[in-house]
């Protein structure tokens, strides 16, 4: 059993950034793939980004070129760097180890 707590919600600008943890209790080295799926008011839950224990990764159309999803077995953490937020990236964004485990969710808000 794996815990997933993600951290680095917020409320930020049109065109600011914010990076995404999330924190795992135990390895993921075995989890593949890792991702984060995002739900926004009134919509079903979609993959965001996710990455294979090699290191190939696959974006959303919507968020190709903005976003950078990475990964630190090391580390037991999964990353998402996001960049030029826009107001429809507004979600709820959750980790997701293996398709199996997920965390509760950080909130993204995107306003001016």
């Known amino acids: 059993q794996v815990q997933l707590v993600e951290s680095g919600g917020g409320l930020v600008q049109p065109g600011g950034s914010l990076r995404l943890s999330c924190a795992a209790s135990?390895?993921?080295?075995?989890?593949?793939?890792m991702g984060w799926y995002r739900q926004a008011p009134g919509k079903q839950r979609e993959l965001a980004a996710s990455i294979t224990g090699s290191g190939i990764t696959n974006y959303a159309d919507s968020v190709k070129g903005r976003f950078t999803i990475s990964r630190d077995n090391a580390k037991n953490a999964l990353y998402l760097q996001m960049n030029s937020l826009k107001p429809e990236d507004t979600a709820v964004y959750y980790c997701n180890a293996g398709l199996d485990y997920w965390g509760k969710g950080t909130l993204v808000t995107v306003s001016s």
């Open positions: 135990g390895s993921i080295f075995s989890f593949n793939p």
